[in-house]
């Protein structure tokens, strides 16, 4: 957990900046979904999850792998 939780941190801070790419933006949420499925990610996880994959699509609309994310997380946020 502690591992996921550092690289949680170290993406987001990768991701605040204004140079950050679209797969920066994805990994960070990639990053969140893992440490909200290990029970370490933070109470606002999924809003920053949709956040971050909503910026990875505005960056570069050909990335499917981002839709599939958003789509998983709608999903689950949906259900519960």
């Known amino acids: 957990q502690g591992k996921v939780a550092e690289a949680v941190s170290h993406l987001e801070r990768a991701a605040a900046s204004e140079r950050a790419s679209y797969l920066t933006h994805f990994q960070y949420a990639a990053a ?3 440490a909200t499925e290990a029970g ?3 109470a606002d996880a999924a809003a920053r999850q949709q956040a971050a ?3 990875t ?3 570069n609309p050909r990335f499917p792998d981002a839709y599939h994310l958003l789509a998983i997380l709608l999903g689950r946020t949906r259900e519960g």
């Open 32 to 34: 969140l979904a893992q």
């Open 40 to 42: 370490a990610g933070p």
């Open 53 to 55: 994959l909503r910026k």
């Open 57 to 59: 699509i505005a960056l």
